[in-house]
């Protein structure tokens, strides 16, 4: 039988002895171990939540990988690269690479009756993944995306609908500049969406590749470039070097050179400062870890000094100093326990309210999301509670070392 952990049982239990001192210290050690945890495991499902909702966006808009032309992706030069069936086989035959999909870009203008507002227009085709910008529909349906025909359909922001007074069904021309020549078209709004990024709602609006293509005059197997999704965001790299392997500063038959890019290197303030947020989070951690374990100290000391004539009747008997510590750590870990369930069930309880209710908002204009996004991380959760037992324990193992300078006789007459 473990003596230790029977005695720190029957004392932990044992709700009549518990003293007018130590039964304050108890709760104030239980409350700063529970108030520690539910910070920690509300500041690291919100942190997951705000960086994986705004990447998800940045990459709804851009995809993982990108590969066009070098001019096109070091200089933002509007020169198209072949993209016909072979090369979509080709770039999809990668391993790693989920998916792949066309797209085209055109700089023009959306004129009403009373204003107007320089966009550009992405063309994308019927392999368009349109799971993510579906998500972001506030309005309307999405146009029917098509590289075989033109759809004269486009959707726009929610930004660009305020700004020009549209709505779903609207029909509105664009006028796009061509060769010192001005090219007029007609088109109609399908739908309007938000996202709540700034950057991209007040410039990209939607609609089929034909158009695009036709508009930029090139050939039917041309196109800006191809957008390719990974499996697993952060394998990524090395995707893109199989991509360099397969296709980069290769010529295609109209003499356009392929490269890849990354959507790290392509808005590289944007994940600069999502990884900032990681440096938040640890220092959270290191606050709150050493705010459970000072409270825990204190109270183990407290505890100590209050049974003080039980240890030195403990030692009497022939109980020795490493024996009496142990008690008391397992003591401190039933503390430690019930401070750990209090403090799991208030912070996964507040982020199930969180992503439940949406009860706390944001401005999307400063943080791209109207409410505060969180993702409960079974794993995280799950570590975060080793962490803390094992922090809260080792730094209760000096403290514990009072023991060893308390007096049986002496201690005999404290009371």
Known sequence: MNLPLFIARRIYRDEDDRRKVSRPAIR????????????MIVSVCVVLGFKHTIRDKVVGFGSHITVADYLALQYDQPTPV??????????GGIAGVHHVQRYALKQGILKTDDDFLGVTFKGVGQ?????????H??????????????????LVSQLMADKLQLKAGTRIFAYFMSDNNV??????ISGIYRTDLKHFDEAIC???????????GWEQDQASGAELTVDDFEKIEEVDLALNDLVDRQEDKYGSIYSSLTIQRSYPNIFAWLDLLDLDVWIILALMVAVAGFTMISGLLIIIIERTSMIGTLKSMGARNSTIRHTFL?????????GMFIGDLIGIGLCLLQQWTGLVRLDPETYYVDIVPVEIHLPAILLIN??????????LIAPSFLISHIDPAKSMKYE
């Open 330 to 338: 397992w003591f401190a870990v039933f503390i430690i326990a019930k």
């Open 206 to 216: 939607f609609t089929d590749l034909r158009t695009v293509v036709k508009l930029n």
């Open 127 to 135: 392999e368009y993944d349109s799971t993510f910008i579906a998500a």
């Open 386 to 395: 080793v962490a803390t037992l094992i922090v809260s324990v080792v730094v």
């Open 28 to 39: 104030i050690a239980t409350a700063g171990v529970a108030i520690g945890l539910a910070v």
């Open 183 to 188: 090219r007029t078209r007609r088109f109609t």
């Open 82 to 91: 072949c993209m016909d069936d072979s090369m979509m086989q080709r770039l």
């Open 137 to 154: 529909l506030v309005e309307g349906t999405l146009p029917a995306f098509s590289d075989q025909k033109s759809s004269n359909q486009i």
